[in-house]
Every structure is written in C-alpha cells, then in structure tokens.
C-alpha cells in the first residue's frame, strides 16, 4: 500500500512525543531531521517536497518559496511556539493550510524566566559573576554601595502586551510584593478581556491600562515586554521610549526580539537612561556574534532564547505538535489553532 501521507519533521523529538509521532498506524513517509542542531535551509526545502504535514521550529521560515517547495498537497504546518511571526499566515489562509502551535503550555516556565531575568538586570547579576570568574573578587572589598541596584519590592511593573504569560509573570512578582501592575494591550486604556488568573478580579495589587506608550515607558521601575511581533509593534521599543524610562528602570524581553531596537537599547545602556535590562530574546538571533555590541553592556543579561527550557514544558510542546500535525492531517481539531 503506498503511504497516505508524507510527514517532515525538521528537529529531533523528545521520546515521548517521538513515540506519539510514530503510533499512527495509516502508511506514512517520514523525513525526519534527527539531530540537535537545526535543519538547513537546503534541507528543509529538499524533503518538503510532497508533504502533506510538516513540524517545524520557530527558524524554520515558512514563507512562499517554503510552500511553493511543498506543494498543493500540503495540509498542516505544526510549529514547537507560541510565537507565529515565523510564518506567512496570509499565504496560509489563501492555500487553505491549517497552522498548530503551542501557546498554553509553556506559560510557567516562561514567566518564571521572566522574573530570573527581572532579579538578575535589578542585582547586576553578569556583573557580578563576570567579576567573580575573572579573579577580581579580592579587589573588591565591601563597601555600602557595592554592586547595589534598585528593589523589586514597592516597584510598579508596567507590561507591554498583557496575556497568559504577562499575567502568570504578574502572578509570580505579587509575592516580591511590588506596589502596582500597569499595561497597555493593542487596545489601549480599555482592560483586558481575559483575567486569566483572577489577578484583575481579586485585586492583590491595583493592576489598570495605561493610555499609551510613553504612560507605559515612563511610569514603569521594571518594564516588561511580552507582546507579538506584528508590523505594528516592530521596534515598538525604541530611543523615544528609552527617552521616557526612569534611569531606575530596568527592561525585560520575552516576546521578539524585533520588538525592541537593539541600537537604541545599546544606547540607552550606554549612556544610563537606564539602569539594566534582561533579555530572552534579540533581533538576529541566533547570529550574535562574539563582538556584537550588547554583549559589551555589563549591565544587560542577555540569553538564548531559553525561555521553555525545563524538561516538562518541551516535552508538552513536542506531544502538543505531535497532536496538532496529526489532527491536521486527518481532519480533527487541534488541540491549539491559530487564526488565519
């Protein structure tokens, strides 16, 4: 019997989604690229070639050539993100293609990283074990003012973007007992529909929107930004937000790196608008190369993009892709859908 279906899969999987992948018992080609480090380009474009599902990562660019490659048989796109600024969701929606994606599961770890990186930008974290590990710790008696940086505890948390992972990052920072929560959503100075953890209803600290940008940039001691990377919101932090930030304020990124202009940012670092800032992501990542001017900043944390990085959330994601291309493919619903 020839096979049904033709399914590419462009990263190793974690056995138990690994398992899920192959329980299907219809007749299936598998092109699988079962190896820690990333696909090529060259490769992906090779085996797509008649595929009916394919899952891939958040460097896996699906875009026009990527389709055109895979043909008109082409079913399901299940990508391992919550993240979808990967892919061409208008060419989607026109070749009639569904797209999965996993936008619940990694909530937690996300948010606990969120908070990491909020401690480690306030207490000069790279700072101090950059010193530690060069040997120059006997050079540093204590002092008052040694590496001191600003309280979490009485700050007011301001968030670009208020959504699960916003709010299980607010849920987190309650208990370091910060003052108040602002935002500001696609809509502003209207209050989110979604409370998704009672934190609005309940009322442990004032959570309100704010009306705009620079009421955000400026009114916030730890700025967070966890918005999606649209048109709109590309360089949505930039030098006139910098502007507006308190020298206090520290920034934190886990969305996109696009979002935030590292120029401006480097900038902003360098000459002390603001106290710190810590990053899971950045624009050009992976590619930050050895003397790329943010890893000059003593006083930016920046990481690699690890925000999902604990056992349990990945192997969640890899069943959840696992699930969605299946479901994809066979005509069911997915467990997580995105909109076209």
Known sequence: MPPKNKVVVTMRLPESA??????????????????????????????IKGAHGVLLGVYDKV??????????????ISTFSVG???????????????LGYTPTCLTDSVADISVMLVLMAQRRARESIARVTAGQWPQMPWHPSLMIGPDIR??????????RIAQATLKRLIG???????????????PVQEDHFGLIRDA????????????????????????????STFHIVNASFFAEMKKTAVLVNIARGPVVDTDALVDALQQEQI???????????????KGHPILRQERCVLLPHIGSATIKTREQMAEECVKNLWAGLNGDAMVNEASL
Do not use: M
């Not at 009485?154 to 959504?163: E, K, P, R």
């Not at 106290?275 to 190369?289: N, S, W």
């Open 63 to 76: 875009d026009e050539e990527l389709l055109d490659a895979a043909g008109d048989q082409l079913k399901v």
């Open 84 to 98: 979808t600024d990967h892919v061409d969701r208008e060419l989607l929606k026109q070749r009639n293609i569904r």
């Open 154 to 163: 009485g700050s007011t948390v301001a968030f670009l973007g208020f959504g």
């Open 275 to 289: 106290f710190g800032a810590g990053l899971d992501v950045i624009e050009g990542e992976p590619e930050i190369a």
């Open 176 to 190: 370091f007992g910060i003052k108040d929560a602002r935002y500001l959503t696609s809509k502003p100075g209207q």
């Open 18 to 47: 690994q398992r899920l992948l192959e329980a299907d018992k219809s007749p299936t080609e598998y092109s699988q690229h079962n190896a820690e480090q990333p696909c090529s380009r060259l490769w992906l474009l090779n085996e």
């Open 204 to 231: 442990a600290v004032p959570v309100q929107p704010v009306k705009d940008l620079k009421e955000l940039a400026s009114c916030g001691d730890v700025v967070i930004v966890s918005c999606a990377l649209t048109p």
